[in-house]
Nanobody, 122 residues
Framework: QVELVESGGGLVQAGGSLRLSCAAS????????MGWYRQAPGQERELVAS???????TYREAVKGRFTISRDNAKNTLLLQMNSLKPEDTAVYYC????????????????WGLGTEVTVLS
């Protein structure tokens, strides 16, 4: 059993900052790629940023220079520091984590959090 719990969303004025956190717990053997996605109302879910197990990082073009993704492997936690927020960043943010879990060596699966809402006011 694996659980992802996100926190840190909220309401902020344009230009403000928020820090999202995603903590993984359960019978975890290993963690692979970790990523943040977002889905605005009426829009497709899109990748915001991701970090591989070797910490190769990719960002969506629209957030480069404003968002920073990081991972704490000791705490099975993924972070997203969001600065200079814009109204177009308004969305529900989800973390997705590739985790090996279960009895023995376990099996690899992708897990999603339930999402945390970010609203940026103009």
């Amino acid at each position: 059993q694996v659980e992802l719990v996100e926190s840190g969303g909220g309401l902020v004025q344009a230009g403000g900052s928020l820090r999202l956190s995603c903590a993984a717990s359960g019978s975890i053997t290993s963690i692979g790629e970790m990523g943040w996605y977002r889905q605005a109302p009426g829009q497709e879910r899109e990748l915001v940023a991701s970090t591989s197990s070797s910490e190769r990082i990719t960002y969506r073009e629209a957030v480069k220079g404003r968002f920073t993704i990081s991972r704490d492997n000791a705490k099975n936690t993924l972070l997203l520091q969001m600065n200079s927020l814009k109204p177009e960043d308004t969305a529900v943010y989800y973390c997705k984590v590739r985790i090996r879990a279960g009895p023995g060596w376990g099996t690899w699966n992708d897990y999603w959090g339930l999402g945390t809402e970010v609203t940026v006011l103009s």
